[in-house]
């Protein structure tokens, strides 16, 4: 399985990718909204959409229970049904719906059946969610970029400009031993962290326990703009560093307000649906 995040106005929905199909979270499309905890439940009592799910259901899985689903239909309308997703697909066997527990749980749906869905919420939100895939393929479908990752050369690309600067105007002014020296690197990453994402990289790991163990670590979990951002903010420290400027706390100011600048303008340019689409995008690093 592959999972990937779609942006869709001011949500994150949750996608993935099964053996060439791809289930979307439902649960994430009506977040925020009033009463949306429900609405999944609501939807799914409605007899239309009822009727819906098991035309779909008879087209594409084989093992479906029409005996059930007839009993199901037939229920549907009346005051004191309700039906649950997991109920459907244990009562019908369903495979356009499924029902997942944990960190990135919720109902998923087969995009047909989320699009569906997306026209019962609001049709104006569905349209931006079919874009937002069909963008998604489009760039999972481009051979030129399976070779590289570029939010992997984002958090690397002037790492070295800011490691050497350090190293040339600041370890070297003083005379430190080894652990020391290991203290001021690491100092003068975390600020650079607080500036950009605003924790160190030692407290996202306590609040990411999950993602650590899966081996992924703040600047993988980083938006686009984020590691932009940083990479700018590593070139302007080893500037500032370079003009004499090696007292951290007199930097950080400057730091803090160029970020902040910049963050503010990606956001306002929708820098982050421009960056995706030099992203390899099929890595499930690419989360927030």
């Not at 939807?43 to 008879?58: A, P, S, V």
């Not at 895939?133 to 970029?145: E, F």
């Not at 407290?203 to 703040?218: F, S």
Request: proline share 2%; aromatic share 10%; with cysteine.
């Amino acid at each position: 399985m592959t999972r990937f995040i779609l942006r869709v106005v001011d949500r994150l929905i949750n996608l993935n990718r099964v053996n060439d199909q791809d289930y979307i979270c439902i649960t994430d499309m009506v977040k925020g909204l009033d009463n949306g905890g429900s609405l999944v439940e609501k939807w799914l009592r409605n007899k239309n959409t009822i009727e819906f799910l098991g035309l779909w259901e008879q087209m594409n899985n084989p093992k479906f229970n029409m005996e059930a689903y007839q009993e199901i239909f037939n229920q549907s309308g009346l005051n004191r049904f309700t039906l649950s997703a997991k109920q459907w697909i244990e009562m019908t066997g369903a495979i356009g719906i499924q029902a997942k527990a944990g960190r990135y749980g919720g109902t998923y749906a087969h995009k047909d059946i989320a699009f569906e869905f997306g026209s019962w919420v609001n049709p104006t939100f569905k349209l931006y969610l079919i874009k937002e895939y069909q963008n998604l393929n489009i760039l999972l479908s481009d051979k030129r970029l399976k070779e590289w990752d570029v939010r992997r050369i984002l958090s690397k690309v002037n790492y070295v400009l800011h490691t050497d600067a350090v190293k040339d105007h600041v370890v070297s002014e003083k005379r430190f031993g080894r652990l020391r020296k290991r203290w001021i690197y690491a100092s003068e990453a975390d600020a650079l962290n607080l500036i950009v994402f605003g924790t160190t990289a030692k407290d996202w790991e306590k609040e990411n326990p999950e993602l650590k163990k899966q081996g992924l670590n703040m600047r993988d979990a980083a938006t686009l703009s984020q590691l932009a951002v940083l990479s700018n903010m590593e070139a302007l420290n080893a500037e500032l560093i370079k003009q004499g400027i090696t007292d951290l706390q007199q930097r950080k100011p400057l730091l803090h307000k160029a970020a902040k600048e910049q963050l503010a303008r990606f956001a306002k340019s929708d820098m982050e649906i421009k960056f995706s689409k030099l992203e390899h995008l099929k890595n499930p690093k690419f989360l927030k």
